[in-house]
C-alpha cells in the first residue's frame, strides 16, 4: 500500500514537472515565431538539434569534465578556508584582524577578482581561484555563527564529565553547526557553479564551458549560445540535487550519531 501510494505520488510530480517543461517549450517557441530570427532566437528544436550534434563529440564531454572539475576544485577548497577561517574567528582577537579581510572580498566585485588573477595566474588556475573566494566568505560567516551558538550547558556538562576534545567536536560542535555548513555550502554551490563559468568566459581557458560560450557570442552563433546554456543549466540543476540529497544524508547521520 505505502508502495503504491510513493509510486503515485513520483508519477503525478513527474507529469507536473513534464507538463511545465512543456509550457515552457511553447513559450520558447511562440518567442520565435514572434521574433523571426535565428540570430536573436533559435527555436527550440534547432537548440535540441545542435546539442544532439555537441554531446556525440568527445571534445565536449572534456570540456564538460574539465569545467566540473575546475569550478569544484576552487569549491572544495574555498570550503576547508571557509571552515578554518571560521573556527579560527571563534577568537574575538583573530574575528577582529580577519574581518577587513572577509568584507573587502564580500564587497569586491568578480569581474575586479577576475581581472586580478589574470595577472597573478594561468588561465587554467583562474576559475578555480574565483570559484574559492565566491565559496570562502559564506562558508567563515556562518561557521562562526555556528560555532558561537553552540549552547553553553552542553559545553559545561562536558567539562563536568570530562569529555575529550574529540568528543565535545562529534557530539556537540558538529551537530550544532552542520545546519550552518549545509546552508552555506548549498548557497555557495548555486553561486560557484555561475561564477566559475563567468571566470571561464572571460579567461578562456582550454576545453571549458565559458570559453564556449564567448566563441559563439563573438560569431553571432545564438544556437550554440543557446546549446551551451542549457547544458550549464541541466549541470546545475543535476549539481543542486546532488548536494541537496547529500547533505540530507549527511545531517541524518550526525543527528543519529547524536541521539546515540
Given at each position: 500500500?505505502?508502495?503504491?501510494?510513493?509510486?503515485?505520488?513520483?508519477?503525478?510530480?513527474?507529469?507536473?514537472?513534464?507538463?511545465?517543461?512543456?509550457?515552457?517549450?511553447?513559450?520558447?517557441?511562440?518567442?520565435?515565431?514572434l521574433?523571426?530570427?535565428?540570430?536573436?532566437?533559435?527555436?527550440?528544436?534547432?537548440?535540441?538539434r545542435?546539442?544532439?550534434?555537441?554531446?556525440?563529440?568527445?571534445e565536449?564531454?572534456?570540456?564538460?569534465?574539465?569545467?566540473?572539475?575546475?569550478?569544484f576544485?576552487?569549491?572544495?577548497?574555498?570550503i576547508?578556508?571557509?571552515?578554518?577561517?571560521?573556527?579560527v574567528?571563534?577568537?574575538?582577537?583573530?574575528?577582529?584582524?580577519?574581518s577587513?579581510?572577509?568584507?573587502?572580498?564580500?564587497?569586491?566585485?568578480?569581474?575586479?577578482?577576475?581581472?586580478?588573477?589574470?595577472i597573478w595566474?594561468?588561465?587554467?588556475?583562474?576559475?578555480?581561484?574565483?570559484?574559492?573566494?565566491?565559496?570562502?566568505?559564506?562558508?567563515?560567516?556562518?561557521?562562526?555563527?555556528?560555532?558561537?551558538?553552540?549552547?553553553?550547558?552542553?559545553?559545561?556538562?562536558?567539562?563536568v564529565?570530562?569529555?575529550?576534545?574529540?568528543?565535545?567536536i562529534?557530539?556537540?560542535?558538529?551537530?550544532?553547526?552542520?545546519?550552518?555548513?549545509?546552508?552555506?555550502?548549498?548557497?555557495?554551490?548555486?553561486?560557484?557553479?555561475?561564477?566559475?563559468?563567468?571566470?571561464e568566459?572571460?579567461?578562456q581557458?582550454?576545453?571549458?564551458?565559458?570559453?564556449n560560450l564567448?566563441q559563439?557570442?563573438?560569431?553571432?552563433?545564438?544556437?550554440?549560445?543557446?546549446?551551451?546554456?542549457?547544458?550549464?543549466?541541466?549541470?546545475?540543476?543535476?549539481?543542486?540535487?546532488?548536494?541537496k540529497?547529500?547533505?540530507?544524508k549527511?545531517?541524518?547521520?550526525?543527528?543519529?550519531?547524536?541521539?546515540?
Open positions: 500500500m505505502k508502495i503504491s501510494i510513493i509510486q503515485n505520488k513520483i508519477a503525478r510530480k513527474l507529469i507536473k514537472s513534464i507538463l511545465i517543461i512543456s509550457l515552457w517549450f511553447f513559450i520558447w517557441q511562440l518567442i520565435y515565431w521574433v523571426g530570427n535565428e540570430i536573436f532566437v533559435p527555436s527550440p528544436l534547432t537548440v535540441l545542435r546539442l544532439f550534434v555537441l554531446a556525440v563529440k568527445a565536449f564531454w572534456y570540456t564538460v569534465f574539465f569545467s566540473i572539475g575546475r569550478i576544485l576552487g569549491f572544495i577548497v574555498g576547508l578556508l571557509g571552515i578554518l577561517l571560521g573556527v574567528c571563534n577568537n574575538q582577537i583573530m574575528a577582529d584582524i580577519l577587513p579581510l572577509k568584507a573587502i572580498i564580500k564587497a569586491t566585485p568578480v569581474a575586479s577578482f577576475i581581472m586580478l588573477a589574470w595566474l594561468r588561465r587554467d588556475q583562474i576559475p578555480v581561484f574565483i570559484a574559492m573566494l565566491m565559496v570562502t566568505p559564506i562558508l567563515w560567516g556562518n561557521i562562526s555563527t555556528g560555532i558561537q551558538s553552540v549552547n553553553q550547558e552542553y559545553l559545561a556538562f562536558a567539562k564529565y570530562d569529555l575529550t576534545w574529540a568528543k565535545k562529534k557530539y556537540i560542535y558538529v551537530p550544532t553547526v552542520l545546519p550552518y555548513f549545509t546552508s552555506a555550502a548549498y548557497t555557495a554551490a548555486g553561486l560557484v557553479w555561475k561564477a566559475g563559468i563567468a571566470a568566459g572571460l579567461c581557458p582550454k576545453n571549458s564551458i565559458g570559453a564567448y559563439a557570442k563573438n560569431l553571432l552563433d545564438t544556437q550554440d549560445v543557446f546549446a551551451w546554456t542549457a547544458v550549464v543549466i541541466v549541470i546545475s540543476l543535476c549539481l543542486e540535487s546532488g548536494m540529497l547529500f547533505f540530507g549527511l545531517g541524518k547521520k550526525f543527528t543519529l550519531a547524536g541521539v546515540k
